[in-house]
């Protein structure tokens, strides 16, 4: 009886452990900080605000002052001459700086994410626009060999941008039962 009793309080134990640290997993790598902040913005730009998570969990992982080898700035990494554009369309004095801001810069990439949903609807070829940029997902589009619909794609030739799609695809597995 003593053994049995045992075994059960180890499985309990064990059960919770489990849980716990499968929690802790998660909540280390599928942090949500400014959640009010993204469904906010997500809402004021027609956006998923899980598709958002999994851009600025991709990004920056949420850090608010990472910066890029290639210059972007921000939770959701983005590049000051972009920022700049936005800033612009949206009736903000820019400065650099700002994007460190979560507020502003959630607020700049959310206007901007969806300035390219209005070119790109389907949500792969969105996420590549994101990542490599509108000028060349539209070349993209016009080959034959990587869109037959010249509005989604069938290939994505950058393996960088392809490896960051399927990111964004795993994280908003996650993301989109958080909202």
Known sequence: MKTKIL???FLLLFAFLCVFFAEAYYGYKYPL???????EESNLNNL???LVASIINAESRFESMAISS???IGLM????KTAEFVAEKIGIEFEQNMLYDPSINIKIGCYYLNYLSLKFK???TLISAYNAGEGVVKSWLKNEEYSTDGLSLIKIPYKQTSTYVSKINNNYKVYKNKF
Request: no cysteine.
């Open 33 to 39: 900080k400014y959640k009010e902040v993204i469904e």
């Open 122 to 124: 389907e949500k792969n």
């Open 7 to 9: 075994v059960v309080v």
């Open 48 to 50: 998923d605000p899980a």
């Open 70 to 72: 290639k210059g972007a």
């Open 77 to 80: 990494q983005i590049m000051p």
